[in-house]
C-alpha cells in the first residue's frame, strides 16, 4: 500500500503565483517525521523542510510554508510568489520508526516567466 | 561539505549480466537506503540497512540484494540484470539522530539495461 500519497501530479503557474502542494501519509506509528524534498532538473535531492508527528504548529521559512493536519494525515507544502527556479519535481516523505523512508510519486511544478 | 557518492552516472549493462551499483558516505551514518525512481512513480525503497550488515527489504526488493560490510559502503546488486530494471537508482543516507533527521543523496546511477 502507498504510503505517502502525491495527488497532483503536475502544476502549472505563473511567476509570483503561489503553489499548494498536497501530501496524504499513512502510518501506525505514533512517532513519525515528515519532510520535503526538491528535485531539480540538475537532479539531486536536496532537503527542504521536516516536521515531527507531536508537532501540528504550522511554519513559515522565508518563501515557504507548510500545513501539518493529523486528523487528515496531510502534509501540504506552499511555495509563495512563485520564481521560475522553483520549477523542480517536490517529494513528500515519511519516515518511520523501523527506520524506513518512504516518498510519494512527486509533483512536477513549472513556474513560467 | 557532507557526501553521498555513487560510483557512476551512467552505466550501460546487458540483460544477464550481474551488476553492482556503490555508494559510499563520509558522514558515518548508520542508515543507507537504495531507491529507484522511474517517471510517475516517484522514488520506491528497494532496500535499506540500519547497521553493519544488517538490511531490510523495502517495497521493490525482487530481483535485487545488497551488501552492506563497511558502515559507510552500501553496494546495490542487480543478480541478472533484465530490461524492467533500467531506471535511475539514487543512493541515500540518514542523519545521526535516525528518523528525524534528513537524509542525504548521491547524485545517482542512470542504468540501462539491454
Known amino acids: 500500500a502507498q504510503k505517502v500519497t502525491q495527488a497532483q501530479t503536475e502544476i502549472s503557474v505563473v511567476e509570483k503565483e503561489d503553489v499548494t502542494l498536497d501530501c496524504v501519509y499513512e502510518t501506525r506509528d505514533t512517532t513519525y517525521y515528515l519532510f520535503w524534498y526538491k528535485q531539480p532538473p540538475s537532479g539531486e535531492l536536496v532537503f527542504l523542510i521536516r516536521r515531527n508527528s507531536f508537532d501540528e504548529q504550522n511554519e513559515i521559512s522565508g518563501r515557504y510554508s507548510w500545513n501539518f493536519q493529523k486528523s487528515t494525515s496531510s502534509f501540504n507544502f506552499t511555495i509563495t510568489a512563485s520564481q521560475v527556479v522553483d520549477s523542480a519535481v517536490y517529494f513528500c516523505?515519511?519516515?518511520?520508526?523501523?527506520?524506513?523512508?518512504?516518498f510519494g510519486a512527486g509533483t512536477t511544478v513549472t513556474v513560467r516567466a | 561539505d557532507v557526501k553521498v557518492t555513487q560510483s557512476s552516472r551512467y552505466l550501460v549493462k546487458r540483460t544477464g549480466e550481474k551488476v553492482f551499483l556503490e555508494c559510499v558516505q563520509d558522514m558515518d551514518h548508520e542508515n543507507m537506503f537504495w531507491y529507484r525512481q522511474d517517471p510517475g512513480l516517484g522514488l520506491r525503497l528497494i532496500y535499506f540497512s540500519y547497521d553493519v550488515k544488517m538490511k531490510e527489504k523495502g517495497d521493490i526488493p525482487e530481483g535485487y540484494s545488497v551488501s552492506r560490510e563497511k558502515k559507510e559502503r552500501f553496494s546495490l546488486i542487480l543478480e541478472s540484470a533484465s530490461t524492467n530494471q533500467t531506471s535511475m537508482y539514487l543512493c541515500a543516507s540518514h542523519g545521526q539522530g535516525g528518523m528525524n533527521t534528513e537524509a542525504f543523496f548521491g547524485q545517482g546511477t542512470r542504468l540501462t539495461v539491454v
Open positions: 516523505a515519511l519516515s518511520e520508526v523501523d527506520y524506513k523512508l518512504s
